[in-house]
């Protein structure tokens, strides 16, 4: 079983800057992928970042050149600076977790950590 535990949201102004972290707890392998998705306001769960085995990273458009992923297997955790934050950039952000099994992906979720861009 794997626990992924968000911090670090919160109220900030346009063009401000905040950091989320994600720690993860459980049977963690630096072969899983780990990553950032976002539920805006009456918008579908989209893709923010991952990043994968060896700090391969991938980025949404909306977010590219604004937002770094980086990951820490030793502390198995994950990052995502934000800046230039936008009002469209207000959503829960949802650390994901993603272990590449005999059988498929799967997918682990954590409850989220609300980011609000507002001035």
């Known amino acids: 079983q794997v626990q992924l535990a968000e911090s670090g949201g919160g109220l900030v102004q346009p063009g401000g800057s905040l950091r989320l972290s994600c720690a993860a707890s459980?049977?963690?392998?630096?072969?899983?992928?780990m990553g950032w998705y976002r539920q805006g306001p009456g918008k579908q769960r989209e893709l923010v970042a991952t990043?994968?085995?060896?700090?391969?990273?991938n980025y949404a458009d909306s977010v590219k050149g604004r937002f770094t992923i980086s990951r820490d297997n030793a502390k198995n955790t994950v990052y995502l600076q934000m800046s230039s934050l936008k009002s469209d950039d207000t959503a829960v952000y949802l650390c994901?977790?993603?272990?590449?099994?005999?059988?498929?992906?799967?997918?682990?979720w954590g409850r989220g950590a609300q980011v609000t861009v507002s001035s």
């Open positions: 459980g049977s963690i392998s630096n072969r899983d992928a």
């Open positions: 990043v994968g085995d060896g700090g391969i990273s």
């Open positions: 994901n977790l993603r272990k590449f099994t005999g059988w498929g992906p799967f997918d682990y």
